[in-house]
């Protein structure tokens, strides 16, 4: 497939294996913004950016929370995504706070890491 509709969060988008996973932690770029620590490294060889998304077990110890969060997540990702040049990015998002946030500060944070990202990618 060449390209999906822009509000679609396909499973070609979700990061996942053991090597591509090590390669962005091995070539990416870390940074913090807002309530997000990400890491992202461009040329993953696909048509598409891939995202993985991480909400610690020390931070959180019951599993519907880390599952909330990484909802709230993907769903402010999925609906941002354009903010980003489909250019074969890696990114991976960490999630910060000990407290859960509401749904619009994630979507700042998500938005601040992407715009940061396409700023990085201009110069």
């Given at each position: 497939m060449d390209s999906y509709p822009d509000n679609t969060l396909c499973k070609d988008e979700r990061l996942s294996g053991k090597t591509a996973i090590d390669?962005?932690?091995?070539?990416?770029?870390?940074?913090?913004e807002g309530c997000m620590k990400f890491c992202a490294a461009s040329g993953n060889g696909t048509w598409c950016n891939r995202i993985l998304i991480s909400v610690p077990k020390r931070n959180f110890k019951r599993a519907v929370k880390r599952n909330l969060l990484k909802r709230?997540?993907?769903?402010?990702?999925?609906?941002?995504?354009?903010?980003?040049?489909?250019q074969g990015y890696d990114i991976m998002f960490q999630y910060l706070p000990k407290e859960v946030l509401d749904s619009s500060a994630i979507r700042e944070g998500v938005a601040a890491v992407l715009t940061r990202i396409a700023k990085s990618q201009q110069k």
């Amino acid at each position: 497939m060449d390209s999906y509709p822009d509000n679609t969060l396909c499973k070609d988008e979700r990061l996942s294996g053991k090597t591509a996973i090590d390669r962005l932690l091995k070539n990416g770029r870390f940074g913090t913004e807002g309530c997000m620590k990400f890491c992202a490294a461009s040329g993953n060889g696909t048509w598409c950016n891939r995202i993985l998304i991480s909400v610690p077990k020390r931070n959180f110890k019951r599993a519907v929370k880390r599952n909330l969060l990484k909802r709230r997540i993907r769903e402010a990702y999925r609906t941002q995504k354009n903010l980003l040049p489909p250019q074969g990015y890696d990114i991976m998002f960490q999630y910060l706070p000990k407290e859960v946030l509401d749904s619009s500060a994630i979507r700042e944070g998500v938005a601040a890491v992407l715009t940061r990202i396409a700023k990085s990618q201009q110069k």
